[in-house]
């Protein structure tokens, strides 16, 4: 399985909000220790798998990867990735150091020599103990990228940089098809208990959302949010981690089950799933909370 870096929670952490476990990974420095080469190939690898996760797609990344140049010669690259925007295929190859030594500029030599033989390839250096004089200034002139190890977020930051992405959309996202509310403080979807019983609530329009906050008299804390898939995805998980339910509100007509002018109808959540998301597989059973569990 590799490396796995392990998150801890300080245990006086009073937030337990979406919000609190956020800003709680976003403390976190775990990072590989200097003179392990091979961890810190696999943490930035890690890293930039990650990033690449939060917004792209058909993304590739790989350590050891070889490379091969415009002159027949093949090159050992510790970490590569490649993605796709507009169309266009960006390629790039980050070299890896950890040493005790801080990066020299024949270090950077080295590395710009292969990145130049292999065509429409960026270069970048990630170095675990910085770099000599003059080994940044030869990396600009020959188009490379240094990162310091400091540079690089940790995995307990991109993971709360994931879930900053994907739990509570933001003010320009738009629904596919859903709407609903949040509340900023703590990144949560608005739901109602009636019992034991947790119901989430989504509406065809931010319209519909407008009338039921405002018919409800919710609390001005409120906003109305659009859920694009990704979004859709991480609240079907909420949902199954709460155990909760699923309702879809409309403003009522003459045959529906109305209250306060609004009609319920639950949609259980493989429905939800085959007939509006069309993401990432998520998993077949709910992952519930252990208090949440029957």
Not at 35 to 57: I, P, S, W, Y
Not at 179 to 187: A, I, K, R, S
Not at 217 to 241: I, K, Q
Request: glycine residues 8%; hydrophobic residues 40%.
């Amino acid at each position: 399985m590799g490396n796995v870096e392990i998150i801890r929670f300080s245990k006086d952490m009073k937030n337990r909000s979406i919000a609190g476990v956020i800003a709680e990974l976003k403390k976190s420095e775990t990072r590989p220790k200097v003179g392990d080469g091979k961890a810190l190939e696999d943490h930035v690898r890690n890293v930039f798998q990650t990033l690449l996760d939060l917004e792209l797609e058909n993304t590739v990344v790989g350590r050891g990867v070889s490379l091969r140049g415009s002159r027949g010669s093949v090159y050992e690259i510790d970490v590569y990735y490649e993605f796709e925007i507009a169309g266009m295929r960006h390629r790039v190859a980050i070299e890896c150091k950890n040493s005790s030594r801080p990066v020299g500029r024949d270090d950077v030599l080295a590395f710009a020599l292969k990145v130049q033989d292999c065509q429409g390839v960026i270069g970048v250096i990630v170095s675990a103990n910085g770099y000599q004089s003059g080994a940044r200034e030869s990396a600009e002139q020959n188009g490379l990228k240094v990162l310091s190890m400091e540079e690089l977020p940790s995995i307990g930051q991109l993971l709360a940089l994931r879930l900053d992405n994907v739990v509570m959309p933001g003010a320009e996202a738009k629904g596919q098809p859903f709407w609903t509310l949040y509340d900023p403080g703590t990144n949560e979807p608005y739901s109602f208990a009636q019992g034991r019983e947790l119901f989430g609530v989504l509406f065809f329009s931010r319209a519909h959302v407008e009338k039921y906050a405002k018919t409800c008299r919710l609390s001005p804390r409120w906003v109305v949010r659009g859920m694009e898939m990704r979004h859709l995805a991480t609240y079907v998980l909420t949902c199954d981690f709460m155990r909760g339910r699923v309702l879809i509100v409309q403003p009522s007509n003459e045959n529906a089950f109305e209250l306060n002018g609004f009609e319920f109808q639950e949609i259980r959540r493989d429905d939800l799933i085959a007939e509006f998301y069309s993401g990432k597989p998520l998993s077949k059973i709910p992952m519930v909370a252990p208090s949440r569990r029957k």
